[in-house]
């Protein structure tokens, strides 16, 4: 596969075309924080300030409310009235290499023993259009984690900003698809592609934290009783849910039904093993201390999904270092053991 | 301010007058501090006071339930009384360090001046009245003033009212309350119906993290009524209808014991203003009962409390 | 079309020793007053939460009328003494919000005031007729 590339002010004509079939999602200031957001018709420079989104890109495929079916009492039961995702195409534009593969990670989770088709049809009927990066914030540590912020085999066709252009190279046939519709393409030479190399080599030296994840699944499973520990660091932490709802592979959900006599409907919404009452039971709330809180998400992030899924769910995004009130550092937790 | 403040907290904990020293600590980012919550001595060393000390630590004594010394600027320590006004701290458990402070500054406000992204700032050093700010390379100079929270303006008590030692002289308040009321005022501006719009478009945003909730010291219900499903109140799940009632009555239930740290617009991922609720909570209850939290650490809350002369020209 | 068969649908919290008695005695005496009011009855206007006036406003009501004793009548003493400086507050932060205040109406009646409680429902009734159906809530604009 060849590379090709677009000027970047060629994006603006190509958001249109593309507005045209499918739903373009891309990242905007316009709300009081980085968001993806429906294309507003008219900005196309995000390239120029954008870094990543406070929400993470699940949210389009898991959002933080989804209504999943309705019911009303007829003459003869209830009548149920499911409410899939619709069929049209969701091209997402701009999404970052840890954010790609943190779609890839959940995808094992979401299609395991049961294939939830809310969050699978969304995800078949999705185009993922990744943007390196060319500078790493300082929360940043993708690269402890295996993932190189210049490229990935996560998304379906893969774009570096090399100054006026953007480079793009297709990973996957979806990919190919679209830039064979893409109009204001043409080739790359060696030497952009080559310059795009560099770049992604050089963001890759700029990340200097990182985690340490030698010899982790041994080192989560000696240091789980250590009690002290894990007070220690769940001091500060306040208990809301800010971590859990801006990472990429945080993917915990309620469900609840909400009825009067007649009707009601079947809600799924964001929730968070942070907060003191998730583990609420009739009988006990075996979380109910903070500490052991803080402790079941560490260990659910870097050795319980490692030993069922063979990875470990963080793309060292670093959101929830940048967001937490009290800037509890995932870094700092997991080094400690 | 740093020296005395670690001399003073290793002195507290030697001595054994206080289990646990909550102070600031160096943060892992950048231009923040994270809070610093120990038992241990040699940690004692990581305590700072810079000009990034934007936490309200009186939010943790409760939690630790043992003789706690305390680090708390202007703001935070009106908080600190007004959970001793309520009874949910006992004043003899607290060894309070009082900091004076002339403002925090806004990481946000920084960006914008330098016009440049967050990430891009290296350094950022106080002189004076001055910040020094390196970003990409070059130097900038700003007036310290004009990057420090909205909160900060107007600040009538930047040097805690009530300390058992205080850790610098004190700062004279601060006269340009009109700036730390802009948000308001530009809503009081808009009629009733923009109003509605404005936070039926701002609490569509809302992902119910409850950041703002549990970062706020009056916030300490054991079980918030969000959390009550027996009858359930507001629904669990993000709807703008049901953020927007979160929101309300937890503005309601906060008032008369918010203090206008500032906290929970701060933690807020999603950028809700929401100190124009609760500032504007302030402002009505100097208005209506001429109250304002944590001056006096013996008057009795201002709910819990009532005169005959109390105004009902709303009742009929 | 809607709009001419509208007839408000107003709640109202009426605490038990004297609004409730007021409005009680109203009927006993015959005096009419719009059926467009839902009583609830609570022991004390000191009850009120504010989350009572927002759910029922969030519910599609299209008004709030919370009615107490007479300051120094309250049969707990103090509980309208307290519902006084809460009402105060929050009646401020509706307004503030966007919330028509015609919608929200705050009274002293007493068990005696039959004709008083009339007059106030009454009153409160056609003061929401004016502002229209609450839309507030509501997810299309």
Redesign the interface.
């Known amino acids: 596969m060849g590379y090709k590339k677009i000027k970047k002010d060629q994006l603006k004509a190509l958001f249109g075309e593309f507005s045209k079939d499918y739903s373009l999602l891309v990242p905007s200031r316009s709300?009081?924080?980085v968001?993806f957001n429906p294309w507003d018709g008219d900005s196309a420079d995000f390239a120029e300030?954008y870094?990543n989104t406070?929400?993470p890109p699940k949210a389009m495929f898991f959002p933080?409310?989804e209504e999943m079916l309705r019911f009303k009492k007829g003459e003869e039961g209830y009548e149920i009235e499911e409410l899939l995702p619709g069929e049209g195409t969701q091209v997402i534009f701009g999404i970052r290499p840890c954010d790609a593969r943190a779609l890839k990670i959940i995808d094992i989770l979401f299609s395991d023993t049961y294939k939830d088709p809310y969050y699978l049809t969304r995800r078949e009927n999705a185009i993922l259009v990744g943007l390196g990066c060319n500078?790493p914030?300082?929360?940043c540590f993708c690269t402890s984690l295996d993932i190189s912020p210049g490229e990935s085999g996560d998304v379906d066709l893969f774009c570096t900003d090399i100054g006026d252009e953007l480079l793009m190279e297709t990973v996957s046939d979806k990919g190919e698809d679209l830039l064979s519709k893409m109009s204001g393409v043409s080739d790359a030479s060696g030497e952009e592609e080559s310059k795009a190399k560099e770049l992604g080599e050089s963001v890759k030296e700029k990340i200097t934290r990182e985690i340490n994840t030698s010899g982790l699944l041994e080192r989560m499973r000696s240091n789980f009783e250590n009690r002290e520990y894990w007070e220690?660091v769940s001091?500060?932490c306040?208990?809301?849910?800010?971590c859990t709802?801006?990472c990429p592979t945080c993917h915990c959900f309620?469900i609840?039904d909400?009825n009067n006599k007649k009707d009601g409907k079947r809600?799924r919404?964001?929730?968070?093993c942070k907060?003191?009452?998730f583990t609420r039971m009739p009988m006990e709330n075996p979380r109910h201390e903070?500490w052991r809180r803080i402790r079941q998400r560490y260990h659910h992030k870097f050795e319980y999904y490692p030993m069922n899924f063979d990875t470990i769910a963080c793309t060292g995004c670093g959101r929830c270092?940048?967001?937490c009130?009290?800037?509890?550092?995932v870094?700092?937790v997991i080094g400690g053991i | 301010m740093e020296n005395k403040l670690k001399e003073e907290a290793g002195k507290l904990l030697k001595e054994g007058k206080v289990d646990y020293i909550i102070g600031f600590g160096k943060?892992?980012?950048?231009f923040?501090?994270?809070?610093?919550?120990?038992n241990k001595e040699e940690d004692l060393d990581n305590l700072v006071i810079n000009p990034f000390i934007a936490?309200n630590l009186s939010?943790?004594p409760i939690?630790?339930k043992s003789r706690v010394g305390i680090v708390v600027k202007g703001c935070d320590s009106r908080s600190l009384t007004s959970l001793i006004q309520d009874n949910k701290l006992n004043r003899e458990d607290l060894v309070i360090l009082g900091v004076p402070c002339e403002g925090v500054v806004d990481i946000k406000k920084v960006a914008d001046q330098s016009k440049a992204?967050i990430?891009q700032i290296t350094d950022i050093n106080r002189e004076g009245d001055s910040l020094a700010v390196q970003v990409n390379g070059s130097s900038k100079t700003i007036p310290f003033r004009d990057v420090v929270f909205d909160k900060c303006y107007g600040c009538a008590h930047p040097t805690p009212l009530e300390y058992d030692i205080l850790l610098g002289s004190e700062v004279p308040p601060s006269l340009e309350t009109e700036k730390s009321l802009k948000g308001i005022k530009e809503l009081e501006e808009m009629d009733a119906s923009d109003r509605w719009k404005f936070w039926k478009e701002q609490f569509s945003?809302c992902?119910?993290?409850?950041?703002c909730?549990?970062?706020c010291p009056a916030c300490f219900c054991e079980r918030c009524f969000v959390?009550v499903n027996m009858p359930?109140w507001v629904?669990?799940?993000?709807?703008w209808q049901d953020n927007l009632v979160f929101q309300l009555i937890r503005t309601l239930h906060v008032t008369g014991r918010c203090s206008d740290c500032g906290?929970c617009e701060?933690?807020c991922?999603?950028?809700?203003p929401l100190r124009s609720l609760q500032r504007k909570m302030v402002e009505e209850i100097k208005d209506l009962f001429g109250y304002e939290v944590g001056i006096d650490k013996d008057s009795p809350p201002v709910f819990t409390h009532y005169e005959a002369t109390d105004p009902e020209d709303f009742i009929k | 079309m809607e709009e001419s068969t509208w007839e408000p649908k107003v709640v109202g919290f009426l605490c038990h020793w004297c609004s409730y008695a007021g409005a009680d005695l109203t009927g006993s005496a015959r005096l009419e007053y719009p059926h467009n009011i839902r009583i609830i009855r609570i022991p004390c206007s000191g009850r009120v939460d504010p989350l009572f006036i927002l759910r029922a406003l969030q519910n599609g009501v299209d008004g709030v009328l919370v009615s107490g004793c007479h300051p120094g009548d309250c049969h707990y003493q103090s509980g309208n003494f307290h519902a006084r400086r809460k009402f105060g507050v929050t009646r401020k932060l509706l307004e503030y919000v966007g919330i028509e205040p015609e919608r929200v109406q705050f009274s002293w009646v007493a068990a005696s005031e039959g004709p008083k409680m009339a007059q106030v429902i009454n009153e409160f009734v056609e003061g929401v007729r004016k502002v229209g159906p609450n839309r507030l809530f509501k997810d299309e604009q």
């Open positions: 709300k009081g924080h968001s300030w870094r406070t929400i933080p409310v500078e914030c300082e929360t220690g001091r500060k306040m208990s809301c849910g800010i709802y801006v309620d609840c909400e809600v919404n964001w929730d968070s907060l003191p009452l903070k270092i940048r967001e009130p009290v800037n509890v550092d870094r700092e | 943060g892992t980012v950048k923040r501090t994270s809070p610093l919550i120990t936490n939010r943790y939690e630790l992204e990430d945003k992902i119910r993290c409850y950041g909730r549990n970062v959390d359930q629904s669990t799940y993000a709807t906290e701060r933690a991922p999603v950028g809700i």
